[in-house]
């Protein structure tokens, strides 16, 4: 099983956003609750395995 611990600070319950439209950057942070920080979607895909890459979708 895997685990990972990502620690932002000052970042309490909201949702990570990194507004824009690089690669790392998702959303918009108009909405309560979204804090702009880092993309945590961007992330947790990667961690996952789900992201697809240049290569092609990841396995």
Do not use: N
């Not at 895997?2 to 790392?24: F, K, L, N, T």
């Amino acid at each position: 099983m895997a685990v990972e611990v990502s620690r932002v600070p000052g970042i309490g319950h909201s949702a990570p956003v990194d507004p824009g439209g690089g690669a790392q950057q998702c959303g918009s942070t108009s909405i309560a609750y979204f804090l702009d920080s880092i993309c945590s979607s961007y992330w947790i895909t990667h961690f996952f395995g789900l992201a697809k890459s240049a290569a092609g979708p990841a396995r």
